[in-house]
């Protein structure tokens, strides 16, 4: 896939989330981050230090948030008289997303979040002013992730922690498309690595991912794999959680011609077909392996 092409794609669709899920973006984006995006968070947020036995209050930056799995996770984790004093902001560069966490944030009352649109490649927020700053599955689709990734550097104070994940295997959703996409009755263009969606960097490598952060200054680097399964209930299921990642590959790889010629219901089509030879009403696993990358900022 050409970077620019898929970064430039993979931004627009992030920008219209109903647009590449429809109507049910919200339950769909739900749905994934409590079967993926929470667990992964979790993970990351443990590593970062954070977790039951937090006693200290923080000030966490949740970047390029998203659904708001690391909120979701801190509210699930941290005791309440932490929470209380603590504090989360939440930025991401999509208004459906940090709408999403407003909402989540009422629904599901949360303590002290608050959610903006920020765009992570510049900020805007004061320098040294966070303890933690999170990224869960961000820097890899931001196109400058090398500003992305100073930024969130700079706002932690001294003795802050930077936490992130990033993928470091392709998820399996993008093979079992490729499955599907051979047995089409018409030529698909083949795919390149889903990996990253920026030029920058190799985020899927755990050493250049180690040497970005000790480069940076950074003490205290600790670079993990952790892996993970997410079920897939049906076929459906799988049609509705991955038409985004769908609508990306089409977008970026296909010629507007064979976009014309097979539109989005004769693809899923023949995906399901696919997919109820294969799995024959049964549900199942999805693999996932992602970077955690911890690091220290000098100081305190
Ligand atoms: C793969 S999603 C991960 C979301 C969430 N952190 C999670 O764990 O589910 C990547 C997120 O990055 C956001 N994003 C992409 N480019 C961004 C940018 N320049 N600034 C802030 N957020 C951005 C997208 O809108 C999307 O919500």
Redesign the pocket.
């Known amino acids: 896939m050409n970077t620019k092409t898929a970064e430039r794609e993979?931004?627009r669709i992030?920008?219209n989330v109903p647009s590449a899920f429809g109507n049910s973006w919200f339950e769909t984006l739900l749905d994934?981050?409590r079967r993926?995006?929470e667990p992964?968070?979790a993970r990351m947020l443990s590593q970062m230090g954070l977790g039951k036995a937090t006693s200290k209050p923080f000030k966490l930056f949740?970047?390029?948030?998203?659904?708001?799995?690391?909120p979701s996770e801190l509210h699930r984790l941290i005791p309440p008289a932490v929470l209380a004093q603590s504090s989360i902001l939440c930025?991401?560069?999509?208004e459906q997303?940090v709408q999403m966490v407003q909402k989540r944030a009422e629904s599901e009352a949360w303590t002290n979040v608050e959610a903006k649109v920020?765009?992570?490649?510049n900020n805007g927020l004061a320098t040294a002013s966070f303890t933690h700053v999170a990224?869960?599955?961000?820097f890899h689709?931001?196109?400058?992730s090398k500003a992305?990734l100073d930024e969130a550097i700079r706002i932690l104070e001294p003795g802050g922690i930077l936490g992130f994940?990033t993928w470091n295997r392709e998820p399996s959703w993008a093979a079992e498309l490729d499955g599907a996409f051979e047995t089409f009755p018409f030529q698909v263009p083949p795919r390149e690595s889903t990996l990253q969606a920026t030029g920058w960097g190799d985020w899927g490598d755990v050493n250049w991912v180690r040497e970005a952060l000790v480069e940076r200054g950074l003490e205290d680097v600790r670079v993990e794999v952790f892996a993970q399964l997410s079920r897939v209930d049906s076929v459906e299921h799988f049609i509705s959680s991955f038409t985004m990642s769908l609508n990306w590959i089409m977008s970026s790889v296909w010629s507007e011609q064979l976009r014309n010629e097979h539109g989005q219901e004769e693809v899923h089509g023949l995906i399901k077909k696919y997919l109820e030879r294969k799995y024959q009403g049964r549900p199942w696993e999805l693999t996932w392996v992602s970077i955690v990358a911890t690091g220290r900022v000098a100081g305190q």
């Open positions: 993979l931004q992030f920008k994934h981050s993926l995006s992964l968070a949740d970047n390029a948030c998203g659904s708001g799995p690391v930025g991401d560069f999509s997303m920020i765009d992570a490649q990224t869960n599955i961000g689709c931001v196109p400058d992305a994940t």
